[in-house]
């Protein structure tokens, strides 16, 4: 299911309010599901929620076959590549080595969850259901420019069960995962996002 989220994107960096000024007619059915979508994002765990993925998960891709190809598992603390080498070891605040060693961390600012790496340096920022490039600054920034800068740095949108490349209503589809990330945490998101990315470990998509 694809979604038209310019709109989503305003109010997730700037409330409802900020957004009154833009340049739309009124909420469509989609506009409404993806402020429903984000509001129900937003709440985390323990909503009793069965949609929320932050729990056990496949990431997968067809191949040129037609077959699906699992690139990643994430099982319990760990996660996995194609061959089932582990390749990370999860927690509630770092990415480490299997061996223990701290490859990547968890910060917050701003609203957004952040992905450092060990030198601090911000990889991956998100809200609600995109993952953006680096640290996201929107101070001093007016809802227009704020709107500018978030799509510029968008990398990933999740839309239910798919990671999408940029918007999910015009983006390249990277991956399907076993569960509804959508409604998964932001840790959670980065984690993923990550994985595709090649961050923390991981060396990313590899060729099919």
């Not at 729990?55 to 194609?82: C, K, N, P």
């Not at 299997?98 to 450092?116: E, H, I, K, W």
């Not at 990398?155 to 569960?179: C, P």
Request: hydrophobic letters at 35%; one cysteine or more; charged letters at 20%.
């Amino acid at each position: 299911m694809r979604r038209l989220l310019p709109l989503f994107l305003c109010v997730a960096a700037t409330g409802l309010t900020a957004c009154d000024d833009q340049p739309v007619s009124g909420p469509t059915n989609d506009d409404e599901q993806a402020l429903y979508d984000f509001r129900k994002a937003g709440q985390g765990n323990g909503n009793g929620n069965p949609f929320l993925a932050n729990g056990d998960v496949s990431l997968s891709r067809e191949g040129g076959g037609g077959g699906i190809i699992i690139d990643f598992d994430i099982v319990d603390t760990a996660a996995y590549d194609r061959n089932g080498t582990q390749i990370q070891q999860l927690s509630n605040d770092a990415i480490s080595s299997p061996d223990g060693a701290v490859l990547c961390t968890r910060t917050s600012a701003n609203g957004f969850v952040q992905l450092r790496d060990a030198d601090g340096d911000v990889l991956l920022s998100t809200i609600g259901p995109f993952v953006f490039d680096g640290e996201v600054e929107l101070g001093g920034q007016n809802p227009l420019q704020q709107f500018q800068t978030l799509m510029s740095q968008l990398r990933f949108s999740y839309d239910l069960d798919t990671v999408i490349e940029g918007l999910a209503n015009s983006g390249d589809e990277m991956v399907h995962a076993s569960a509804h990330i959508q409604f998964s945490s932001g840790w959670r998101k980065l984690q993923i996002a990550a994985l595709v990315d090649g961050y923390c470990g991981s060396n990313g998509l590899e060729d099919m």
